[in-house]
DNA sequence: TTGAAAGCGCTAACAA
DNA sequence: TTGTTAGCGCTTTCAA
């Protein structure tokens, strides 16, 4: 293979001195070289096909070019891939790479990922997690731009967004209501991840602000998974009255839902009307009928956040850290229809 | 905030050269300083907190302990999870980190990508495809080592590693076979992806070895969806002579034979069988009673991807390019019981 | 309008 | 046993 071409390579071709070239090819703002010279210059540059070392760049500039994306966990959710493609994506089109650190959710890990990415001379860091939590923000990044991403930091002035799950989940029990129902159920995570409240919240508040029945037999809570939705919906289904709609704490438990249904002799939407929150299209567009639910907005959230980031790493005004509450955007299926007769 | 500390403060510090701070903090082999200079060293740096700066060092040592990882897709798929986590441990292991690139499966893109990590000065690069096919190696990367993940590369003498999908299928089949079935059918992907035609051949394989039927009405192709496979598992139902045990291209086609069962008034494992492939979790684990399938080995793709490129790094031996079959195991639920009668 | 040269922070060959 | 110094490839100040 031929050897790599350097700036003094380019240089002696066009016949003049690496100065020159760094102006002409960095576009150097008044910079004075001879329009001549300067196509000399960009001539030799494409003949020998020049492509400047990104890391000399980086040791005298002291910008990388490089973005630190650390996470807790990436394999074990789908999510993961929206997030980083969008973060991955904003930082692509401006030329930006993700250097990519994962830390199992060890707080120990995340000191060393910090550190390991503030060696490499980052400009900057997210810190993702893959379900909204609150986190802490290791110290080594002290020193850098930085935001956290679907995720609130417990303390310092750093921006964040997260999404709107409160609001999201108002829009799916409102469609319950709007498509006429007046006893609906909620199931929900019997753990108690931020989301769990936002979601629970925002039900109740639905059904009180709509003069609707709210009690304690219209909720059931189990693990947050199909079989935890099955026995959930269960539970519903066999009580006394039961509900004509149920709002899912996620599209796993509606899953669960759906089967429970079945099993009672219950078609959706028809007996039934059910709706689930995450829009988990391996589950949400593949089960029958398809699940209306709110999506978590992981693509938007990941773009938002590497776009605060670089907007902290250009300007020099100092941060105003901001916390963004990203919308849950309702997807409409066939899962609701009007309760019966 | 603190201005970092730099090699030639902790020199200071201790009263020495930076080299002698360069030999003793890198453990340079037969380097001899004296082990009372070596400990004021030591905790100088201690003290300091000196962390060397990566940049600096790979520009002079030409190795950034970096690794490149193209991506044609990442979003849309809850695999590359778990290949990326396989990777990115791999490379932790040894102090490596994962540059991301993704291209959206876009051959422009690819090229960008590879410009931009040779520019990197990255070590080595993965070129990973989130599902088994070929590949065009970008030539930008000739000059550096580079491995194909979950991809055949058309051309050159590059590592590659795919999962074992004829083996995956066999052992599928052949628990079905060992169950008792006599008619087994399969529905299975109406496009071509290399996939499909290894699991297909499969099939075919161990039912003539077996003196099993195996004509065209035991095998329906739709799209490799939970729709799909609900029409294909129709017409197989539906037919004359219905097999007891379906063999699905992928769980989610499961997913769809599952409910089409259901429709039929089949009980799954008791009236029919039912086995899937790739072990998608989300589905595999989520519908009842659980699938049987063979589980795509995507992290440990991303293993030995990292691994065998380091080695290819650090060796000085020339390469011999391998091309590795993963082992899909055999992961047994419930959806596979004996014929009725 | 151009070139020389310093220096980003580090490693490593060479001298002392 | 330790220190001096020449680069790695680039940007940028300063001089010509």
Redo the contacts with the bound molecule.
Sequence with gaps: MAR?V???DVAERA?????????V??N?EG????P???ERIKAAARELG?Q??TV??G????RTHMIGFISDEIATTPFAGQMIQGAHDAAHKVGYLLLMLNTGGDVEEQHLAARALVQRQIDGAIVATMYHQRIEIPEELAGIPHVALDAEPVSGAVSSVVPDEFGGAVAVVSELITAGHRRIGHITDRDWPIAKGLRLDAYRHCLLSNDLPAGDSLVAADEPSSHGGYRAAQVLLNAANPPTAIFCYNDRMAMGAYRAAAEHGLRIPQDLSIAGYDDQQLISDAIAPGLTTAALPHYDMGVWAVETLLHQITSTAPVVPQRHLMPCPLIRRHSIAPPRG
Tied chains: 1, 2.
């Design positions: 790599k350097r700036i003094k016949g003049v001195s690496v100065a020159s070239v760094s102006f090819l960095n150097v910079a004075r070289v001879a001549e010279t300067r020049y400047p070392n000399a760049r040791l005298r500039t002291q």
